[in-house]
């Protein structure tokens, strides 16, 4: 099935460390790398990780992800005010022969 | 520094076509592939396709092939969009990103992406 599945909202307070789930098949997490994207509000996409856990520079280390089998998750500890976004998982889809990318996940910050 | 910027909104009338375009600059255009990547508003990202300045190569998502087109010239490193037969589900905020390979689209990240172009299709 080519679909990555994210719950749509998560929360937490500042300090609190949040986990977002992205739930495939073996046509894409089970075979492929996944990449994470933070969007601001009104603004450009921006690359928080690439396959599955490597932070690119300038990326802090309060963001962290993690590959099982089918499925990834993006944790965000330290939660932050600056953090409310919305993020989503992406990966190759072997069945689609293309990208995918999760639904998305809100991030608010109590 | 690496950036990439569009050109400016665009609307249309249903039917019609529009082509956007993505300037590239801080990094040798050949070394990297261009994606592309479109928003619906208040919806996710759906990609669209993948394209290599090296060999022309491109890579559609399966329901846009017939209608789209990814060029780029590489005098300008300057990528190209173009979408025809324009619907009202075609308005959306259409990013370019900097794919880490111009060999495969497999398996690749988009960083960094450009400002996005917003396209109204509406008659």
């Known amino acids: 099935q080519s679909v990555l599945t994210q719950p749509p909202s998560a929360s937490g307070t500042p300090g609190q460390r949040v986990t977002i789930s992205c739930s495939g098949s073996?046509?894409?997490?089970?075979?492929?790398?996944v990449q994470w994207y933070q969007q601001l509000p009104g603004t450009a996409p921006k690359l928080l990780i690439y396959?599955?856990?490597q932070r690119p520079s300038g990326v802090p280390d309060r963001f962290s992800g993690s590959k099982s089998v089918t499925s990834a998750s993006l944790a965000i500890s330290g939660l932050r005010s600056e953090d409310e976004a919305d993020y989503y998982c992406e990966a190759w889809d072997d069945s689609l022969n293309g990208r995918l990318f999760g639904g998305g996940t809100k991030v608010t910050v109590l | 520094q690496v950036q990439l910027v569009q050109s400016g909104a665009e609307v249309k009338k249903p039917g019609a076509s529009v082509k956007v375009s993505c300037k590239a600059s801080?990094?040798?255009?050949?070394?990297?592939?261009v994606t592309w990547v479109r928003q619906a508003p208040g919806q996710g990202l759906e990609w669209m396709g993948w394209i290599s300045p090296y060999s022309g190569h491109t890579r559609y998502a399966r329901h846009l092939q017939g209608r789209v087109t990814m060029t780029t010239d590489t005098s300008t490193t300057t990528a190209y969009l173009e979408l025809k037969s324009l619907k009202s589900d075609d308005t959306a905020v259409y990013y370019c990103a900097r794919d880490e390979s111009e060999v495969t689209p497999r398996g690749n990240w988009f960083d960094p992406w450009g400002q996005g172009t917003l396209v109204t299709v509406s008659s």
């Open positions: 396959r599955n856990d």
């Open positions: 073996s046509s894409n997490i089970g075979t492929n790398t």
């Open positions: 801080g990094y040798t255009f050949t070394n990297y592939g």
